[in-house]
Antibody, heavy 117, light 110 residues
Framework: EVHLEESGGGLVQPGGSLRLSCAAS????????MHWVRQAPGKGLVWVSH????????TYADSVKGRFTISRDNAKNMLYLQMSSLRVEDTAVYYC??????????WGQGATVTVSS | QFALTQPPSASGSPGQSVTISCTGT?????????VSWYQQDPGKAPKLMIY???KRPSGVPDRFSGSKSGNTASLTVSGLQTEDEADYYC??????????FGGGTKLTVL
């Protein structure tokens, strides 16, 4: 069964850091591009970041560029999002998702990140 | 706020058809045949319903169909069923390994 499971969410103060992890199983992780997508409470989906299958290429939304870093460990079937200089507006549920023909066909259940003092 | 524009709400009665639009620009929707649609139930993760404008993943009913004309993509749900009530989001590849989403449409089955 295809499965993604995020972990590492929590409450952090503005300016703090947090690392999200995403464990993949049931598919060939090392052949898939992967994404992080977030959703603020009561709001829509926002694309955050993308990484190519071998980790050589990464892109970021302007709102997180320079503060967030996406990475992966194909040997462990893991995807990561290192978040630093966190802002109140980064508060959201963060989903990891797998890419299929430029659509996102497999999603985790989400990790909640709350940035508040 | 969102790169792609969707109507905030849509509705229809059981058995009817409803179409949700998604308007972008020539840099995203109009520039690539990589439009996707997602269904999201409250408190759940999104589910891919359409990819590459009009293709359905395995298991998605053929009542769901997608199309595109110029900078506007559309999702049509035919033969509405009560379980179709959900939020729907469009997404598009925007070039240079960037993606964008719409603000979402709440579909109500009356």
């Amino acid at each position: 069964e295809v499965h993604l499971e995020e972990s590492g969410g929590g409450l952090v103060q503005p300016g703090g850091s947090l690392r999200l992890s995403c464990a993949a199983s049931g598919f060939t992780f090392n052949s898939r591009w992967m994404h992080w997508v977030r959703q603020a409470p009561g709001k829509g989906l926002v694309w955050v970041s993308h990484i190519k299958s071998d980790g050589t290429g990464t892109t970021y939304a302007d709102s997180v560029k320079g503060r967030f870093t996406i990475s992966r460990d194909n040997a462990k079937n893991m995807l990561y999002l290192q978040m630093s200089s966190l802002r109140v507006e980064d508060t959201a549920v963060y989903y990891c998702a797998g890419d299929w023909a430029y659509g996102l066909d497999v999603w985790g259940q989400g990790a909640t990140v709350t940035v508040s003092s | 706020q969102f790169a792609l524009t969707q109507p905030p709400s849509a509705s229809g009665s059981p058995g009817q058809s409803v179409t949700i639009s998604c308007t972008g620009t020539s840099s995203d929707v109009g520039g690539y045949n990589y439009v996707s649609w997602y269904q999201q139930d409250p408190g759940k993760a999104p589910k891919l319903m359409i990819y590459e404008v009009s293709k359905r993943p395995s298991g998605v009913p053929d009542r769901f169909s997608g199309s595109k004309s110029g900078n506007t993509a559309s999702l049509t749900v035919s033969g509405l069923q009560t379980e179709d009530e959900a939020d729907y989001y469009c997404g598009s590849y925007a070039g240079s390994s960037n993606w964008v989403f719409g603000g979402g449409t709440k579909l109500t089955v009356l």
